[in-house]
């Protein structure tokens, strides 16, 4: 069955907005878990701009399921994540100017830059998935790093204008799904999905989990908003 692995970066961002305790990532992934998430994933960037060293330390201890730590391929977080030694981590790209991760890593052009770190992460036992566009070359630099997984790129798919580019974008996702278990690698999928568009994404055979972020919690707080009222109002009266 296609898992789910759900991004809890965004609670953390909230919780930044105050720079107080609440509302705590770890709560917040452990509600996932007892939801049915089959991983929790989390962000550790190098501006600490929402996730931080003592939060991926607490979720490492507290997950039951499989903490996914994404990371950049920068030296101190590297040795962090090897001090961590999350069951796996998702290499990805990053960019101190963006919003939220952009492109997919390019495994071609950055090779052995990239091959050395997940060299070294495997040493320490975990299992690595690379965050790449669903082209073939980056699906056979991939496997030649010698990572487990590859994480394709959804965003394409997610932010195309129109129906023509979004079945341009769909096939490449089938296509690189295939082309990924043809070369024995797990693959997921992920970014920019929704409750609409993730059905499509779904439907898309060889996937192994797919990963969302923002939509879970956007949702989650209109989910919530009525109880959270409610209780408040019970309270002060
Ligand atoms: N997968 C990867 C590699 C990501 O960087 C992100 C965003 O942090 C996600 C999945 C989740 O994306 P979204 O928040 O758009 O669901």
């Known amino acids: 069955m296609l898992k789910l692995g759900v991004n809890i970066d965004h ?19 452990l509600i996932a878990e007892s939801a049915g998430a089959d991983s929790i994933v989390a962000h550790l960037r190098q501006d600490r701009r929402h996730i931080n060293e003592t939060d991926v330390k607490r979720l490492q201890e507290a997950v039951k399921t499989r903490l996914n730590l994404e990371m950049s391929v ?11 030694k999350p069951p796996q981590a998702t290499l990805v ?24 770190v997940v060299d070294d992460l495997r040493r320490n ?8 566009d669903p082209e073939p ?4 630099a991939a496997k030649k790093t010698g990572a487990e997984a590859i994480e394709l790129h959804t965003g394409g798919y997610a932010n195309a204008k129109d129906k023509t580019e979004k079945i341009r974008h769909l096939k490449k996702l089938k296509d690189s799904a295939l ?7 797990a693959v997921n999928a992920g970014h920019g999905l929704n409750y609409e568009n993730v059905k499509d994404i779904a439907l898309i055979s060889g996937l192994d989990e797919l990963n969302i972020g923002h939509s879970i919690i956007s949702e989650a ?10 209780q408040m109002k019970e309270l002060i009266s």
Do not use: C, Y
């Open 11 to 29: 609670l953390a961002t909230l919780r930044e907005a105050r720079k107080i305790a609440e509302p705590d990532p770890v709560k917040g992934a």
């Open 74 to 84: 920068n030296p101190e977080i590297v040795e962090i994540i090897k001090k961590i």
């Open 93 to 116: 790209p990053e960019n101190r100017r963006e919003i939220t991760t952009e492109g997919g890593l390019d495994v071609v052009s950055n090779f052995d830059q990239i091959k050395k």
């Open 125 to 132: 036992d975990i299992i690595i998935s690379l965050f790449i």
């Open 137 to 140: 070359e980056q699906i056979e």
């Open 179 to 185: 082309e990924g278990v043809s070369r024995g690698l």
């Open 221 to 230: 707080v209109f989910t919530g908003l009525d109880k959270a009222v409610r």
